[in-house]
Protein backbone atom coordinates (compact mmCIF):
# COMPACT_ATOMS: atom_id res chain seq x y z
CA UNK A 1 0.00 0.00 0.00
CA UNK A 2 1.37 3.38 -1.03
CA UNK A 3 1.78 5.50 1.60
CA UNK A 4 1.32 8.43 -0.83
CA UNK A 5 -2.11 7.69 -0.71
CA UNK A 6 -3.27 7.55 2.73
CA UNK A 7 -4.67 10.72 4.00
CA UNK A 8 -3.20 12.81 6.98
CA UNK A 9 -5.79 14.96 9.44
CA UNK A 10 -3.99 17.45 11.58
CA UNK A 11 -3.42 16.53 15.20
CA UNK A 12 -2.56 19.49 18.17
CA UNK A 13 -0.69 17.98 21.05
CA UNK A 14 0.08 19.60 24.46
CA UNK A 15 3.80 20.09 24.13
CA UNK A 16 6.00 21.43 27.48
CA UNK A 17 4.41 22.11 31.33
CA UNK A 18 1.68 23.99 31.75
CA UNK A 19 3.12 27.32 30.56
CA UNK A 20 3.62 24.84 27.15
CA UNK A 21 1.95 25.14 23.56
CA UNK A 22 -0.06 23.00 21.23
CA UNK A 23 2.50 21.94 18.70
CA UNK A 24 0.92 20.46 15.34
CA UNK A 25 1.52 17.38 13.81
CA UNK A 26 0.14 15.65 10.81
CA UNK A 27 -0.66 11.96 11.50
CA UNK A 28 -2.22 9.29 8.98
CA UNK A 29 -5.77 8.43 9.29
CA UNK A 30 -6.63 5.31 9.70
CA UNK A 31 -9.48 2.87 10.14
CA UNK A 32 -10.76 2.39 13.92
CA UNK A 33 -7.99 4.61 14.70
CA UNK A 34 -8.22 5.65 18.26
CA UNK A 35 -6.70 8.63 19.99
CA UNK A 36 -4.12 6.09 22.05
CA UNK A 37 -3.06 4.94 18.35
CA UNK A 38 -2.26 8.99 17.32
CA UNK A 39 -0.65 9.81 20.21
CA UNK A 40 1.45 6.84 19.66
CA UNK A 41 2.79 7.25 16.18
CA UNK A 42 3.59 10.34 16.79
CA UNK A 43 5.81 9.25 19.62
CA UNK A 44 7.68 6.54 17.50
CA UNK A 45 7.29 8.33 13.92
CA UNK A 46 7.81 11.54 14.44
CA UNK A 47 8.76 13.28 18.01
CA UNK A 48 10.24 10.66 20.37
CA UNK A 49 10.40 13.17 23.19
CA UNK A 50 6.71 13.41 23.52
CA UNK A 51 6.18 12.08 26.99
CA UNK A 52 2.40 10.49 27.66
CA UNK A 53 1.48 7.44 29.73
CA UNK A 54 -0.73 4.18 28.78
CA UNK A 55 -0.70 0.43 29.65
CA UNK A 56 -3.29 -2.05 28.88
CA UNK A 57 -4.59 0.01 25.73
CA UNK A 58 -7.46 -2.11 26.11
CA UNK A 59 -10.10 -0.28 28.49
CA UNK A 60 -9.32 -1.77 31.96
CA UNK A 61 -6.72 0.48 33.33
CA UNK A 62 -7.11 3.95 33.22
CA UNK A 63 -3.66 5.45 32.77
CA UNK A 64 -3.96 7.23 29.26
CA UNK A 65 -6.73 9.27 30.03
CA UNK A 66 -6.30 12.49 28.18
CA UNK A 67 -8.13 15.97 27.52
CA UNK A 68 -9.59 14.95 24.36
CA UNK A 69 -11.03 18.14 22.20
CA UNK A 70 -11.37 19.76 25.83
CA UNK A 71 -13.08 16.64 27.58
CA UNK A 72 -11.84 14.20 29.73
CA UNK A 73 -11.57 10.68 28.28
CA UNK A 74 -9.62 7.24 28.22
CA UNK A 75 -7.82 7.94 24.97
CA UNK A 76 -7.28 3.99 24.37
CA UNK A 77 -11.33 3.68 24.25
CA UNK A 78 -11.96 7.05 22.09
CA UNK A 79 -12.22 6.74 18.47
CA UNK A 80 -10.78 9.67 16.21
CA UNK A 81 -13.61 9.13 14.36
CA UNK A 82 -16.05 10.02 17.24
CA UNK A 83 -14.56 13.09 18.03
CA UNK A 84 -13.09 14.15 15.09
CA UNK A 85 -15.68 14.78 12.74
CA UNK A 86 -14.85 17.75 11.13
CA UNK A 87 -10.92 16.42 11.66
CA UNK A 88 -9.53 18.20 14.11
CA UNK A 89 -8.08 17.21 16.91
CA UNK A 90 -7.15 18.37 20.16
CA UNK A 91 -5.25 16.32 22.62
CA UNK A 92 -3.69 18.09 25.93
CA UNK A 93 -2.82 16.71 29.76
CA UNK A 94 -6.11 15.99 32.15
CA UNK A 95 -6.71 19.79 33.77
CA UNK A 96 -6.79 19.94 37.68
CA UNK A 97 -2.92 17.86 38.39
CA UNK A 98 -0.28 19.81 37.98
CA UNK A 99 1.63 19.07 34.21
CA UNK A 100 5.12 17.40 34.53
CA UNK A 101 5.54 16.97 30.76
CA UNK A 102 3.47 17.28 27.59
CA UNK A 103 0.88 14.66 28.62
CA UNK A 104 1.73 13.55 31.66
CA UNK A 105 0.24 15.02 34.55
CA UNK A 106 1.22 14.43 38.83
CA UNK A 107 -1.85 11.91 39.99
CA UNK A 108 -0.06 12.96 43.50
CA UNK A 109 -2.58 15.45 44.49
CA UNK A 110 -5.00 13.19 43.40
CA UNK A 111 -4.86 10.21 45.73
CA UNK A 112 -3.47 12.89 48.57
CA UNK A 113 -7.43 13.90 48.64
CA UNK A 114 -8.72 10.16 48.00
CA UNK A 115 -6.03 9.06 51.50
CA UNK A 116 -7.44 12.86 53.42
CA UNK A 117 -11.44 11.72 52.57
CA UNK A 118 -10.26 8.51 54.43
CA UNK A 119 -10.65 6.50 51.68
CA UNK A 120 -9.49 2.89 52.73
CA UNK A 121 -10.91 0.40 54.46
CA UNK A 122 -10.91 -0.04 58.49
CA UNK A 123 -10.91 -3.85 59.55
CA UNK A 124 -12.95 -4.31 62.26
CA UNK A 125 -12.36 -8.22 62.64
CA UNK A 126 -9.46 -10.34 62.08
CA UNK A 127 -8.34 -13.98 60.38
CA UNK A 128 -9.48 -15.46 63.61
CA UNK A 129 -13.03 -14.72 62.92
CA UNK A 130 -15.74 -16.09 60.52
CA UNK A 131 -16.19 -14.33 56.91
CA UNK A 132 -18.71 -11.41 57.25
CA UNK A 133 -21.68 -12.42 55.62
CA UNK A 134 -23.01 -9.58 53.43
CA UNK A 135 -26.68 -10.43 51.33
CA UNK A 136 -26.36 -9.80 47.70
CA UNK A 137 -29.68 -8.09 47.42
CA UNK A 138 -29.43 -5.93 50.58
CA UNK A 139 -29.45 -2.66 50.19
CA UNK A 140 -26.09 -1.79 51.50
CA UNK A 141 -24.33 -4.33 49.18
CA UNK A 142 -26.53 -2.78 46.27
CA UNK A 143 -25.23 0.61 46.95
CA UNK A 144 -21.46 -0.84 46.96
CA UNK A 145 -21.98 -2.47 43.71
CA UNK A 146 -23.11 0.92 42.20
CA UNK A 147 -19.88 2.57 43.62
CA UNK A 148 -17.39 0.22 43.70
CA UNK A 149 -15.58 -0.02 39.91
CA UNK A 150 -13.67 3.06 40.00
CA UNK A 151 -10.45 2.78 38.90
CA UNK A 152 -8.59 5.98 39.47
CA UNK A 153 -8.26 7.59 36.80
CA UNK A 154 -9.03 10.71 37.68
CA UNK A 155 -11.27 11.69 34.25
CA UNK A 156 -13.98 12.58 37.01
CA UNK A 157 -11.65 15.21 38.81
CA UNK A 158 -10.43 16.43 35.62
CA UNK A 159 -13.93 17.32 34.39
CA UNK A 160 -15.50 19.05 37.92
CA UNK A 161 -15.38 23.06 37.86
CA UNK A 162 -15.75 22.68 41.61
CA UNK A 163 -12.23 21.26 41.20
CA UNK A 164 -10.71 24.38 38.71
CA UNK A 165 -12.26 26.52 41.31
CA UNK A 166 -11.41 25.36 44.83
CA UNK A 167 -8.18 23.84 44.78
CA UNK A 168 -8.87 21.96 48.29
CA UNK A 169 -12.25 20.54 47.49
CA UNK A 170 -11.63 16.55 47.60
CA UNK A 171 -13.58 15.89 44.44
CA UNK A 172 -16.01 13.15 42.88
CA UNK A 173 -13.44 10.32 43.06
CA UNK A 174 -12.31 10.34 47.21
CA UNK A 175 -16.30 11.21 47.41
CA UNK A 176 -17.26 8.17 45.91
CA UNK A 177 -14.61 6.07 47.52
CA UNK A 178 -15.34 7.24 51.08
CA UNK A 179 -19.26 6.68 50.06
CA UNK A 180 -18.36 3.21 49.08
CA UNK A 181 -16.83 2.58 52.15
CA UNK A 182 -19.57 4.13 54.23
CA UNK A 183 -21.87 1.67 52.66
CA UNK A 184 -19.42 -1.30 53.35
CA UNK A 185 -21.26 -2.82 56.55
CA UNK A 186 -17.89 -4.68 57.74
CA UNK A 187 -16.08 -0.67 58.01
CA UNK A 188 -15.05 0.89 61.03
CA UNK A 189 -14.33 4.30 60.52
CA UNK A 190 -17.68 5.45 61.30
CA UNK A 191 -18.48 9.10 61.87
CA UNK A 192 -14.45 9.69 61.31
CA UNK A 193 -15.04 9.36 57.66
CA UNK A 194 -18.61 11.30 57.47
CA UNK A 195 -16.32 13.98 59.32
CA UNK A 196 -13.49 13.75 56.93
CA UNK A 197 -15.69 14.35 53.89
CA UNK A 198 -17.37 17.32 55.44
CA UNK A 199 -16.06 20.67 55.36
CA UNK A 200 -15.91 23.51 52.83
CA UNK A 201 -13.36 21.44 50.43
CA UNK A 202 -16.28 18.40 51.17
CA UNK A 203 -19.21 16.58 49.80
CA UNK A 204 -21.43 20.15 50.67
CA UNK A 205 -19.11 21.98 47.95
CA UNK A 206 -20.56 20.15 45.20
CA UNK A 207 -23.03 21.52 43.17
CA UNK A 208 -24.68 18.45 41.59
CA UNK A 209 -23.35 19.81 37.91
CA UNK A 210 -23.11 15.86 37.00
CA UNK A 211 -19.74 16.57 35.05
CA UNK A 212 -18.01 13.52 37.01
CA UNK A 213 -21.07 11.49 36.19
CA UNK A 214 -21.46 12.48 32.37
CA UNK A 215 -17.17 11.64 31.86
CA UNK A 216 -16.72 8.63 33.96
CA UNK A 217 -15.63 5.72 31.49
CA UNK A 218 -17.45 3.52 34.08
CA UNK A 219 -20.61 4.87 33.85
CA UNK A 220 -20.19 5.36 37.45
CA UNK A 221 -22.60 8.22 39.15
CA UNK A 222 -20.26 10.65 41.32
CA UNK A 223 -22.90 12.76 41.81
CA UNK A 224 -25.41 10.62 43.19
CA UNK A 225 -22.49 9.11 46.01
CA UNK A 226 -21.92 12.81 47.08
CA UNK A 227 -25.62 13.62 47.52
CA UNK A 228 -25.95 10.80 49.84
CA UNK A 229 -22.46 11.98 52.22
CA UNK A 230 -24.48 15.02 52.15
CA UNK A 231 -27.71 13.49 53.63
CA UNK A 232 -26.04 11.20 55.82
CA UNK A 233 -23.81 14.21 56.94
CA UNK A 234 -26.39 16.38 57.70
CA UNK A 235 -28.06 13.32 59.71
CA UNK A 236 -25.15 12.90 61.89
CA UNK A 237 -25.03 16.47 62.77
CA UNK A 238 -28.71 16.75 63.68
CA UNK A 239 -28.36 13.79 65.39
CA UNK A 240 -25.23 14.95 67.44
CA UNK A 241 -23.34 12.32 65.85
CA UNK A 242 -20.67 13.93 63.57
CA UNK B 1 0.74 24.52 65.81
CA UNK B 2 3.32 21.48 65.18
CA UNK B 3 1.05 18.31 64.28
CA UNK B 4 2.89 15.06 64.81
CA UNK B 5 1.72 12.58 61.73
CA UNK B 6 1.44 8.73 62.01
CA UNK B 7 1.35 6.41 59.45
CA UNK B 8 -0.12 2.80 59.40
CA UNK B 9 -1.08 1.24 55.92
CA UNK B 10 -0.33 4.26 54.30
CA UNK B 11 -2.96 6.31 55.62
CA UNK B 12 -1.58 9.36 57.60
CA UNK B 13 -3.33 10.42 60.40
CA UNK B 14 -2.84 13.68 62.42
CA UNK B 15 -2.09 12.83 65.98
CA UNK B 16 -2.66 16.21 67.42
CA UNK B 17 -5.75 15.91 69.46
CA UNK B 18 -5.78 20.20 69.05
CA UNK B 19 -5.65 19.76 64.66
CA UNK B 20 -8.39 16.63 64.99
CA UNK B 21 -10.78 18.93 67.19
CA UNK B 22 -10.67 22.11 65.16
CA UNK B 23 -11.32 19.73 61.81
CA UNK B 24 -13.97 18.04 63.56
CA UNK B 25 -15.47 21.83 64.59
CA UNK B 26 -15.40 22.76 61.08
CA UNK B 27 -16.83 19.81 59.69
CA UNK B 28 -20.27 20.33 62.12
CA UNK B 29 -19.86 24.14 61.05
CA UNK B 30 -19.72 23.15 57.74
CA UNK B 31 -22.48 20.39 57.95
CA UNK B 32 -24.88 22.82 60.26
CA UNK B 33 -24.42 25.57 57.79
CA UNK B 34 -26.01 22.91 54.76
CA UNK B 35 -28.91 21.72 57.02
CA UNK B 36 -30.14 25.47 57.50
CA UNK B 37 -29.38 26.14 53.56
CA UNK B 38 -31.87 23.02 52.63
CA UNK B 39 -34.03 23.61 55.41
CA UNK B 40 -34.35 27.65 54.48
CA UNK B 41 -34.85 25.75 51.10
CA UNK B 42 -37.83 24.01 51.86
CA UNK B 43 -39.47 26.13 53.58
CA UNK B 44 -39.09 28.72 50.63
CA UNK B 45 -40.23 26.26 48.40
CA UNK B 46 -43.83 26.50 49.92
CA UNK B 47 -43.41 29.97 50.32
CA UNK B 48 -41.97 30.78 46.72
CA UNK B 49 -45.48 28.86 45.45
CA UNK B 50 -47.72 30.54 47.39
CA UNK B 51 -46.24 34.26 46.40
CA UNK B 52 -45.85 33.17 42.88
CA UNK B 53 -49.75 32.70 43.32
CA UNK B 54 -50.39 36.17 45.20
CA UNK B 55 -48.18 37.88 42.35
CA UNK B 56 -51.05 36.66 39.94
CA UNK B 57 -53.77 37.38 42.16
CA UNK B 58 -52.39 40.50 43.12
CA UNK B 59 -51.67 42.03 39.52
CA UNK B 60 -55.19 40.65 38.55
CA UNK B 61 -56.89 42.95 41.12
CA UNK B 62 -55.15 45.85 42.00
CA UNK B 63 -51.12 46.87 42.53
CA UNK B 64 -51.91 49.85 45.02
CA UNK B 65 -50.11 50.11 47.83
CA UNK B 66 -54.30 50.69 49.26
CA UNK B 67 -54.66 47.27 47.79
CA UNK B 68 -51.87 45.35 48.84
CA UNK B 69 -52.39 46.92 52.68
CA UNK B 70 -56.00 45.68 52.50
CA UNK B 71 -55.34 42.60 51.22
CA UNK B 72 -52.45 41.95 54.37
CA UNK B 73 -55.19 43.06 56.53
CA UNK B 74 -57.83 40.53 55.24
CA UNK B 75 -56.16 37.94 57.14
CA UNK B 76 -53.91 37.19 60.73
CA UNK B 77 -52.04 35.01 58.32
CA UNK B 78 -50.87 36.90 55.56
CA UNK B 79 -48.65 39.16 58.07
CA UNK B 80 -47.21 35.56 59.98
CA UNK B 81 -46.57 33.74 56.47
CA UNK B 82 -44.64 36.83 55.36
CA UNK B 83 -42.29 36.82 59.13
CA UNK B 84 -41.53 33.32 57.70
CA UNK B 85 -40.53 34.57 54.66
CA UNK B 86 -38.44 37.02 55.22
CA UNK B 87 -36.95 34.62 58.14
CA UNK B 88 -36.47 31.87 55.59
CA UNK B 89 -34.94 34.26 53.18
CA UNK B 90 -32.49 36.12 55.66
CA UNK B 91 -31.17 32.89 55.84
CA UNK B 92 -31.07 30.97 52.64
CA UNK B 93 -29.77 34.04 50.57
CA UNK B 94 -26.14 34.84 52.62
CA UNK B 95 -25.46 31.14 53.04
CA UNK B 96 -26.51 30.72 48.78
CA UNK B 97 -24.03 33.53 48.03
CA UNK B 98 -21.18 31.94 49.89
CA UNK B 99 -19.85 29.66 47.79
CA UNK B 100 -20.21 31.76 44.89
CA UNK B 101 -18.00 34.62 46.55
CA UNK B 102 -15.62 31.92 47.30
CA UNK B 103 -15.47 29.94 43.56
CA UNK B 104 -16.19 32.73 41.42
CA UNK B 105 -14.59 35.90 43.53
CA UNK B 106 -11.68 33.65 45.72
CA UNK B 107 -12.85 35.30 48.71
CA UNK B 108 -13.25 32.93 51.87
CA UNK B 109 -12.55 33.50 55.56
CA UNK B 110 -13.94 34.91 58.32
CA UNK B 111 -14.30 38.58 56.48
CA UNK B 112 -16.19 37.06 54.33
CA UNK B 113 -18.89 35.39 57.10
CA UNK B 114 -19.23 38.84 58.79
CA UNK B 115 -20.26 40.36 55.75
CA UNK B 116 -22.54 37.37 55.22
CA UNK B 117 -23.51 37.68 58.43
CA UNK B 118 -23.97 41.41 57.94
CA UNK B 119 -26.33 41.20 54.84
CA UNK B 120 -28.70 38.54 56.44
CA UNK B 121 -29.33 41.28 59.63
CA UNK B 122 -30.25 43.73 56.85
CA UNK B 123 -32.32 41.52 54.89
CA UNK B 124 -34.42 40.42 58.60
CA UNK B 125 -34.55 43.81 59.38
CA UNK B 126 -35.66 45.62 55.95
CA UNK B 127 -38.12 42.44 55.71
CA UNK B 128 -39.87 42.72 59.22
CA UNK B 129 -39.82 46.53 58.70
CA UNK B 130 -41.88 45.87 55.07
CA UNK B 131 -44.05 43.36 56.96
CA UNK B 132 -45.04 45.43 59.42
CA UNK B 133 -45.22 48.39 56.78
CA UNK B 134 -47.75 46.85 55.33
CA UNK B 135 -49.51 44.86 57.58
CA UNK B 136 -49.96 48.67 59.40
CA UNK C 1 9.83 15.58 39.86
CA UNK C 2 9.59 19.16 38.91
CA UNK C 3 5.84 20.16 38.25
CA UNK C 4 3.87 23.10 37.31
CA UNK C 5 0.53 24.51 37.59
CA UNK C 6 -2.55 22.92 36.26
CA UNK C 7 -4.62 23.15 33.17
CA UNK C 8 -8.21 24.36 33.42
CA UNK C 9 -11.66 23.33 32.06
CA UNK C 10 -13.19 25.40 29.38
CA UNK C 11 -16.87 25.54 27.38
CA UNK C 12 -16.23 22.39 25.57
CA UNK C 13 -16.43 20.30 29.33
CA UNK C 14 -19.76 21.74 30.45
CA UNK C 15 -22.19 21.21 27.06
CA UNK C 16 -24.60 18.83 29.34
CA UNK C 17 -28.05 19.80 30.68
CA UNK C 18 -27.17 19.79 34.37
CA UNK C 19 -24.70 22.12 33.75
CA UNK C 20 -27.03 24.37 32.70
CA UNK C 21 -29.13 24.16 35.34
CA UNK C 22 -26.34 25.13 37.55
CA UNK C 23 -26.18 28.33 35.42
CA UNK C 24 -29.64 28.73 35.31
CA UNK C 25 -29.76 28.56 39.53
CA UNK C 26 -26.87 30.37 40.31
CA UNK C 27 -27.10 33.54 38.18
CA UNK C 28 -30.88 33.56 39.24
CA UNK C 29 -29.81 33.39 43.12
CA UNK C 30 -27.81 35.94 42.34
CA UNK C 31 -30.33 38.44 40.98
CA UNK C 32 -32.66 37.30 43.49
CA UNK C 33 -30.11 37.82 46.16
CA UNK C 34 -29.85 41.60 44.94
CA UNK C 35 -33.26 42.18 44.31
CA UNK C 36 -34.67 41.26 47.77
CA UNK C 37 -33.34 44.63 49.76
CA UNK C 38 -34.69 46.77 47.09
CA UNK C 39 -37.87 44.82 47.05
CA UNK C 40 -38.03 45.10 50.74
CA UNK C 41 -37.59 48.86 50.61
CA UNK C 42 -39.77 50.02 47.91
CA UNK C 43 -42.43 47.96 50.08
CA UNK C 44 -41.43 49.18 53.67
CA UNK C 45 -43.22 52.74 51.67
CA UNK C 46 -46.38 51.71 52.19
CA UNK C 47 -46.84 53.12 55.58
CA UNK C 48 -44.47 55.93 55.43
CA UNK C 49 -45.02 57.35 51.77
CA UNK C 50 -47.83 55.41 50.29
CA UNK C 51 -48.19 58.32 47.84
CA UNK C 52 -44.94 57.96 46.55
CA UNK C 53 -45.37 53.84 46.40
CA UNK C 54 -48.48 54.39 44.27
CA UNK C 55 -46.52 56.69 42.08
CA UNK C 56 -43.83 53.96 41.64
CA UNK C 57 -46.40 50.94 41.31
CA UNK C 58 -47.87 53.26 38.33
CA UNK C 59 -43.84 53.54 37.32
CA UNK C 60 -43.68 49.90 37.09
CA UNK C 61 -46.53 49.32 34.58
CA UNK C 62 -43.86 50.46 31.70
CA UNK C 63 -43.66 47.91 29.30
CA UNK C 64 -39.83 47.97 29.52
CA UNK C 65 -40.39 47.84 33.23
CA UNK C 66 -42.89 44.77 32.84
CA UNK C 67 -40.18 42.84 30.81
CA UNK C 68 -37.78 43.23 33.39
CA UNK C 69 -40.71 42.27 35.75
CA UNK C 70 -41.09 39.16 33.96
CA UNK C 71 -37.45 38.45 33.88
CA UNK C 72 -37.36 38.66 37.93
CA UNK C 73 -40.50 36.45 37.74
CA UNK C 74 -38.75 33.50 35.46
CA UNK C 75 -35.89 34.09 37.37
CA UNK C 76 -37.57 33.17 41.04
CA UNK C 77 -39.44 30.63 39.13
CA UNK C 78 -36.22 28.70 37.79
CA UNK C 79 -34.59 29.07 41.33
CA UNK C 80 -37.35 27.60 43.04
CA UNK C 81 -37.83 24.87 40.24
CA UNK C 82 -33.89 24.05 40.50
CA UNK C 83 -33.87 23.85 44.29
CA UNK C 84 -36.99 21.49 44.14
CA UNK C 85 -34.65 19.16 41.89
CA UNK C 86 -31.65 19.46 44.05
CA UNK C 87 -33.45 18.74 47.16
CA UNK C 88 -35.04 15.75 45.74
CA UNK C 89 -31.88 14.33 44.60
CA UNK C 90 -30.05 15.12 48.02
CA UNK C 91 -32.73 14.02 50.04
CA UNK C 92 -35.60 11.82 48.20
CA UNK C 93 -32.76 9.75 46.22
CA UNK C 94 -31.05 9.08 42.73
CA UNK C 95 -32.18 7.47 39.89
CA UNK C 96 -30.20 8.20 36.79
CA UNK C 97 -32.60 7.31 34.36
CA UNK C 98 -35.03 10.52 35.76
CA UNK C 99 -32.25 13.28 35.70
CA UNK C 100 -33.22 14.41 32.61
CA UNK C 101 -36.74 14.47 33.15
CA UNK C 102 -36.38 16.17 35.94
CA UNK C 103 -34.00 19.49 34.15
CA UNK C 104 -37.02 19.01 31.20
CA UNK C 105 -39.98 19.24 34.14
CA UNK C 106 -38.09 21.65 35.69
CA UNK C 107 -37.16 24.21 33.23
CA UNK C 108 -41.15 23.64 31.73
CA UNK C 109 -42.31 24.80 34.80
CA UNK C 110 -40.74 27.59 35.07
CA UNK C 111 -41.00 28.98 31.46
CA UNK C 112 -44.86 28.15 32.27
CA UNK C 113 -45.46 30.03 34.95
CA UNK C 114 -43.12 33.25 33.67
CA UNK C 115 -45.27 32.77 30.27
CA UNK C 116 -48.46 32.89 32.47
CA UNK C 117 -47.35 36.08 34.74
CA UNK C 118 -46.37 37.39 30.98
CA UNK C 119 -49.87 37.37 29.51
CA UNK C 120 -51.82 37.81 32.70
CA UNK C 121 -49.90 40.28 34.28
Known amino acids: MSRDAESTFAVHIWRGDAGGAFRRYDVPRRASQTVLDVVTFVQRHVD ?31 HVDAVAADGALEIAPLNHLPVVRDLVVDMAPFFDKWAKARGSFVPTSTRRDAFARVEPSSAERRAVDATIEC ?37 GAGAARLRAVAGDAGCQACHTHQSCTERCPKQLAPTASIASLKRLVALAAIKGKL | MASGHAETNGIVRATNAQADAQWGRHARFAAWRFVLQRASAAVLAVCVVIHLASIIYGVRHGLTSQAIVARMHASAIWPAFYAVFVVAAAVHAPLGLRPIVDEWLGLRGRGVDAVLALFACVLLAGGVYAVASLAG | MRTTTARRNDFRARGHAAYWAFVVHRVSGIALALFLP ?26 AVKVSETLLVLALAAHLAGGVRLLLVEFVGWRAEWQKSALAIAAALACGYALLFALVA
Not at chain 1, 156 to 177: F, I, M, Q, T
Open chain 1, 48 to 78: PSLAYRYACRVGMCGSCAMSVNGKARWTCRT
Open chain 3, 38 to 63: VHFFVLSQALARPAALDRFLNWTQQP
Open chain 1, 151 to 187: IGCAVCYASCDVVGWKPDYLGPAALNRAFTLVSDVRD
